[in-house]
């Protein structure tokens, strides 16, 4: 997903190597989950949060470039509206 790859450039690891490292996170933890759904618990709260983290990162990233990107248009499109209804 485009919040971890921009979440991996920011921690520093190697975005050509995130998606492969995000999906055998995630097949790790399946494996974990239906080996022993009670014991795995703890494990599973471990084992996530290196997935977790690049998404946390990246996604407040992607969301202020989105933010900023939206912002100026809606305001400018906002403005002329009350133009118009003013007049």
Do not use: K
Not at 2 to 7: K, N
Not at 8 to 34: K, M, S
């Amino acid at each position: 997903s485009a919040s971890y790859v921009a979440g991996a450039w920011l921690l520093g690891l190697n975005p050509a190597y995130a998606a492969d490292r995000f999906v055998a996170g995630v097949i790790d933890l399946h494996e974990q989950v239906t080996a022993s759904p009670v014991d795995a618990m703890p494990a599973v709260v471990v084992n996530a949060w290196p997935l977790f983290e690049p998404m946390v990162v990246g996604s407040c990233a992607v969301g202020f470039g989105a933010a900023v990107a939206s912002y100026y248009p809606i305001r400018r499109a906002v403005t002329m509206l009350h133009a118009r209804r003013a007049s």
